[in-house]
């Protein structure tokens, strides 16, 4: 449902986050607020704007929690998602991870770069989480090349992927 069919406008929706969802969002930013609720760590979310819709409607519901947000610096960059300005706004920190997909050798995985193809999924959070664990960037790009080529040549290879 859109906004005019939802008759609210831009912030009306403010002091009503669960509301808002339910005008314009999905359940799973419900539920994603409510096991935010009942955590009491720290906790990194995975994902770009969606993610910082959930932030919003937790901060909304006056929820304080050690919360912040992973993306790749392709959602960063995209200046239809204003996604930098928008966790700024919110209050929350945003950890960017860099695929390193400008530099591959393949034209697929350099149209990321370009902003041509979208990812999506929570990839930025499964970067940084790697990351975290030691796994290299050019690790990553190796294995998404490796399986580029078994997907457009058709020939799969057995291969560990990291």
Known sequence: MGMKSAKVSFGSLRAEPLRAISCLGDSMMASAAGLMDGL??????????QMLAVLAVVKHLGLERDV???????????????????ARQLGYTAYLADPGLGSSCLAELRNYEL????????????????SLIGIRQNDIKAAAEGICRDIFTMKPQNRAIL
């Open 68 to 86: 912040s947000v992973a993306t790749t610096t392709y959602v960063s960059r995209d200046t239809t998602a204003s996604f930098d300005d928008i």
């Open 40 to 49: 009491s760590v720290k906790t990194v979310l995975g994902g770009g704007t």
């Open 115 to 130: 902003g041509d193809v979208k990812e999506g999924v929570g990839a930025g959070g499964s970067l940084f989480a790697a």
